[in-house]
């Protein structure tokens, strides 16, 4: 009676059989999911694929004229747009090897048997508990040109008054340094835990082989943390191509706009400039191009694991 | 300091030296003297001097980290015109006042002149815990049936989740902005609604709890079914109790998230009565005229709360990433 009372419970749905009751719970427990999240992710996608083709004006939402692939074809003649390009790019390229470096060398010291070394792992990751924010504002103080510590350092070991923030020069490069400052201390801890997890079993075989130090680094660590590796790259570059914060609070895109940075560009198109359409264009190019390299390191990365 | 810039150039160029002297030592022509007692006592000396050169370098890296937040925490315990007199001398890393009762005037003076900090920290508080409770309860239940129920459309919410988290949906500040405003809630007080609701769902965390519910056995909750008990009832009696790691980890992601969020409550929040912490504290930052000492005080008095957080429950933050980024 028992298996009448199941079976008939079941019913078929495109060829496949499903329980009634769990059809009933699955649905109830996704609802509230699934209705915020095709509100408020799937359809600002949406939203700016429309806005792409369209004059929209944040102020004038109501009258919207369709205008074709003429938003796009703005993007290829802005030279401010290319400026914005370029610094992003910039940051990227310096800020992934520089934190990647700096945190993979310091887990690997502080997994060796060293001395001080809560003392050491605490200190490293002491910028990490301040926000974006806070960081960006203390760091304004310290940068401050007339009444800053930094200057006053400078000045008491016998160098001139420096510029920094607003110097076009230098801004983006004290953007990546106190980024890296900011960020390091995380993605050590995260290799560290990776680090942790390799069998001493391992290196112990290694050591009997007779390999020495670089080589069961090479042969053993390495290959270990591959996946921790990958990891890392990939949260890394997304934060990377993502910088906002730091230009929004310290410099807002200047000087001369050596710090305008893609995400900043949008933002500004859309909210400051109220040009949604634009912003609504390149918001849908560049989330094409991020979607693209994501992909594109993902399968690098994972061909690699797998040989 | 000219003294630790020398001390830095000494270092790095009698470690090259060594270093050229260690290779010889290895290379081929000198293994015949392996043994011998000069050349033991030589590498003795080399392996002591790459470790004091090792502690150097982890000193001097760990003063450059840590510099700032002592002089932010130091300088929050002084005046504006104490630090001003400080700050070109070695005193400015240290609290100058002998009298301990002074070492909160830049508090106290903050909590008086701008009335809004503790309202704006109420806030931070309010949001962070509601976002909390409703991402960990729509999120977890989600997680749940996609990793338990076979339903229609559970393998297609699987499919669309590891799309959006592939697919960085950053740059959609602009449209959810426009989408607010259509719904209507940019009003004055439907705003705190507006700015809130957009974190709820997060296709991340339903990651989380699914590949955290993957791993908890059948058998647990088929023998909540056969005591009668409903599949909501075993999720909240009997699953929950079981996987307090995931929910302790999420909220604590949770919390780091709401709490530093910046970009959109300053685009979403212009009455500071609203205004998270993170907002706010840019208006003291840019009061004019600038008062130092209350500007430390304020972004150290911020960051109490998170560094709570981070000294009591690291070794979550270490577990989340990998229970997630990993598999």
């Known amino acids: 009676m028992n298996q009448a009372k199941i079976q008939r419970a079941n019913i078929r749905f495109f060829g496949k059989s499903y329980n009634k009751s769990e059809i009933f719970a699955g649905l109830l427990f996704t609802l509230p999911v699934l209705i915020l999240g095709v509100i408020f992710i799937i359809l600002p996608i949406i939203v700016s694929l429309g806005y792409a083709f369209t004059d929209a004006n944040l102020l004038k939402l109501d009258q919207v004229q369709i205008v074709g692939f003429s938003q796009f074809s703005r993007i290829f003649s802005d030279p401010l747009l290319l400026i914005a390009f370029k610094n992003t790019l910039r940051f990227v390229v310096t800020v992934v090897p520089l934190q990647l470096t700096l945190s993979l060398v310091l887990a690997l010291i502080l997994n060796s048997r060293i001395k001080l070394n809560t003392f050491f792992r605490w200190a490293f990751f002491i910028p990490v508990m301040l926000s974006l924010a806070i960081t960006s504002m203390l760091w304004m103080n310290l940068l401050n040109e007339e009444s800053g510590l930094i200057n006053s350092i400078l000045m008491s070991l016998g160098f001139d008054e420096q510029t920094f923030l607003s110097n076009p020069d230098r801004a983006l490069n004290i953007i990546i340094i106190i980024s890296a400052w900011q960020g390091a201390g995380y993605q050590m801890l995260i290799f560290l835990s990776g680090l942790k997890n390799i069998p001493s079993s391992l290196y112990e075989a290694a050591e009997i082989d007779g390999a020495n130090s670089f080589n069961r680094f090479k042969h053993v660590t390495l290959p270990m943390i591959k996946p921790t590796f990958s990891f890392v790259i990939i949260t890394m570059l997304i934060g990377a191509f993502r910088l906002f914060t730091q230009p929004l609070i310290m410099t807002k895109g200047g000087p001369l706009d050596s710090t305008m940075t893609m995400s900043y560009y949008i933002y500004q198109q859309g909210i400051m400039f109220r040009d949604v359409g634009y912003s609504s264009a390149v918001a849908l190019i560049y989330t094409i191009f991020l979607a693209a390299i994501t992909l594109t390191i993902r399968k690098v990365l994972d061909k690699d694991n797998t040989v | ?327």
């Open chain 2, 1 to 327: 300091m000219q003294i630790i810039i020398w001390s830095v150039l000494i270092i790095v160029n009698v470690s090259l030296i060594f270093l050229l002297l260690k290779l010889y030592l290895n290379s081929e022509r000198m293994s015949k003297y392996k043994n011998d007692h000069q050349v033991i006592i030589a590498r003795k000396i080399i392996h002591f001097w790459f470790v004091f050169a090792l502690y150097f370098f982890l000193f001097v890296l760990a003063a450059l980290f840590i510099f700032p937040v002592v002089w932010m925490i130091m300088n929050s315990f002084k005046t504006h015109a104490q630090i001003n007199a400080d700050l070109s001398t070695w005193r400015t890393f240290l609290p100058t006042n002998l009298n301990i009762g002074e070492w909160f005037q830049s508090y106290i003076k903050l909590f008086s002149s701008f009335q809004e900090f503790g309202r704006s920290i109420i806030n931070s508080i309010i949001y962070s815990s509601i976002t909390i409770s409703i991402v960990l309860l729509i999120n977890s239940l989600a997680g749940y049936a996609i990793a338990k129920f076979r339903f229609p459309g559970s393998t297609v919410i699987v499919t669309i989740i590891i799309l959006i988290l592939i697919i960085p949906v950053e740059t959609s500040i602009v449209p959810l902005y426009v989408i607010l405003k259509k719904m209507g809630l940019l009003t004055e007080n439907l705003r705190i609604v507006g700015y809130l609701i957009p974190g709820f769902c997060s296709p991340f965390y339903i990651f989380m709890f699914r590949a955290y519910f993957l791993g908890i056995p059948k058998e647990l909750e088929e023998a909540a079914y056969i005591d009668g008990a409903s599949r909501i009832k075993t999720f909240f009696s009997i699953i929950i109790p079981n996987s307090l790691p995931v929910f302790a980890t999420v909220s604590i992601f949770t919390f780091m998230g709401t709490w530093n969020e910046y970009i959109f409550a300053q685009l979403m929040f212009s009455n500071p009565l609203q205004q998270p912490l993170q907002v706010y504290l840019q208006l003291i930052n840019n009061f004019n005229p600038k008062d130092m000492g209350m500007i430390m005080a304020s972004l150290t008095f911020s960051t109490i709360p998170i560094a709570l957080v981070y000294i009591f429950s690291q070794r979550y933050i270490v577990e989340g990433v990998a229970f997630t980024g990993l598999k």
